[in-house]
């Protein structure tokens, strides 16, 4: 490994090329020809062009790489002999975490790391949030990191400053085991290295970066490592998101790819996005991590304030009528006439724990009971 590391080096940061576009190329040369990253180097560029169907300008990045091994070489001595190392995504000691939730399309093709890195491969979790964020955000934060400590899984952090930062302290706190997933290259963090050394040394924390060695903190950093938090982690937890950052990019981007994600129940009386997420499909949680099953969002708690009758008179009618079968939302607002908006009327629905959500067009709704019926009379 250490004979071939300017080499990875070079390959991980070929500039403007997609996580995609790198790691196709080393399943390429790696697994299906049996090359080392030094052996592709070596090949001419014709080999290049008719044994990889490489086009010029991607020829003309790997030469310029090809001409900064020298230097990469001396960086890479350097990297190695204070103690970082060097994990490409061929090796057996890379995340199995970070490398199915991301697949080849996101993973990096390299992970620079300091500490214990048999931590990649235990259970996992993130625990995410605003960097300005709640008292109750960061008791949350507190409690989850200590089950998660009791329960022998990894936290990972951001190290931002809020719920990463409160994630990190309560993993150490309770004798648990930390990520550190840096927004900077592994060699500029100096100073984080010299607080947590003896956490680090102990084997409790590992230090992980996938930027260039040497790239100072920058805020497009922070923002691209934000998906490496997610992808490091088996499960996440939301302690609190706003409407917009990283934290909500995260988590919309999270659900898109049918990650679970857990979200901490809001208080009636808080601002934050919470419910927002919860409605776009993030399951909510009570103080304890435990899933709350129909809770509806605060948004959704005056659903029925227009109508004259209470909302739990509505709900079992709602309830009554579903028994009967399948309906839409329009049928609904229809039979009852409610005053609400279809998108509301659809986001209770889906929430409520009695029913399921059929996806026929126009969307429909029935009981679940009704679908175990039908289950029994064809067993």
């Known amino acids: 490994m250490n004979k071939d590391a300017a080499y990875w080096i070079v390959l991980a940061h070929l500039p403007k090329w997609r996580h995609i576009k790198i790691n196709n190329l080393i399943i390429n040369f790696y697994h299906e020809n049996k090359l080392s990253p030094e052996d592709f180097f070596q090949l001419s560029e014709n080999d290049w062009k008719n044994n990889y169907g490489l086009e010029y300008k991607e020829i003309e990045d790997l030469k310029k790489a090809k001409s900064e091994l020298a230097n990469t070489a001396f960086l890479a001595e350097s990297l190695l002999n204070e103690g970082y190392e060097i994990i490409p995504i061929t090796s057996s000691e890379y995340s199995k975490?970070?490398?199915?939730?991301?697949?080849?399309?996101?993973?990096?093709?390299?992970?620079?790391?300091?500490?214990?890195?048999?931590?990649?491969?235990?259970?996992?979790?993130?625990?995410?949030?605003?960097?300005?964020?709640?008292?109750?955000?960061?008791?949350?934060?507190?409690?989850?990191?200590?089950l998660a400590s009791k329960e022998y899984k990894v936290v990972v952090s951001g190290f931002a400053k809020g719920v990463d930062k409160q994630a990190l302290d309560s993993?150490?706190?309770?004798?648990?085991?930390?990520?550190?997933?840096?927004?900077?290259?592994?060699?500029?963090?100096?100073?984080?290295?010299?607080?947590?050394?003896?956490?680090?040394?102990?084997?409790?924390?590992?230090?992980?970066?996938?930027?260039?060695?040497?790239?100072?903190?920058k805020v497009e950093l922070a923002m691209a490592r934000n998906p490496i938090i997610y992808g490091?982690?088996?499960?996440?937890?939301?302690?609190?998101?706003?409407?917009?950052?990283?934290?909500?990019?995260?988590?919309?981007?999270?659900?898109?790819?049918?990650?679970?994600?857990?979200?901490?129940?809001?208080?009636?009386?808080?601002?934050?996005?919470?419910?927002?997420?919860?409605?776009?499909?993030?399951?909510?949680?009570?103080?304890?991590?435990?899933?709350?099953?129909?809770?509806?969002?605060?948004?959704?708690?005056?659903?029925?304030?227009?109508?004259?009758?209470?909302?739990?008179?509505?709900?079992?009618?709602?309830?009554?009528?579903?028994?009967?079968?399948?309906?839409?939302?329009?049928?609904?607002?229809?039979?009852?006439?409610?005053?609400?908006?279809?998108?509301?009327?659809k986001d209770f629905l889906k929430l409520h724990k009695e029913v399921e959500t059929l996806n026929k067009k126009p969307l429909r709704f029935t009981l679940k009971s009704n679908i175990q019926n039908k289950k029994k009379l064809f067993d």
């Open 171 to 217: 993993a150490i706190k309770y004798k648990g085991q930390s990520i550190i997933v840096l927004p900077q290259g592994i060699m500029t963090f100096g100073s984080g290295y010299k607080k947590y050394y003896k956490q680090i040394v102990d084997g409790d924390v590992l230090m992980l970066s996938t930027f260039f060695p040497k790239a100072p903190w």
């Open 232 to 345: 490091l982690a088996a499960e996440i937890y939301v302690a609190e998101s706003s409407d917009k950052g990283g934290t909500w990019s995260g988590v919309i981007d999270g659900l898109r790819k049918n990650r679970k994600i857990f979200v901490r129940k809001p208080e009636d009386s808080e601002k934050n996005a919470n419910f927002l997420l919860i409605q776009k499909g993030a399951i909510p949680i009570d103080f304890n991590g435990k899933t709350i099953e129909g809770y509806v969002p605060v948004e959704n708690k005056d659903l029925f304030s227009s109508v004259n009758e209470p909302k739990v008179v509505y709900e079992k009618k709602i309830i009554e009528l579903l028994k009967n079968g399948e309906y839409t939302v329009k049928d609904i607002i229809k039979k009852f006439n409610l005053n609400i908006s279809e998108k509301k009327l």
């Open 97 to 146: 975490t970070l490398k199915d939730n991301l697949k080849v399309a996101h993973a990096p093709a390299l992970l620079y790391v300091k500490g214990n890195k048999q931590i990649m491969q235990e259970k996992s979790i993130a625990i995410v949030g605003s960097r300005i964020t709640s008292e109750i955000s960061l008791q949350f934060t507190d409690n989850i990191a200590k």
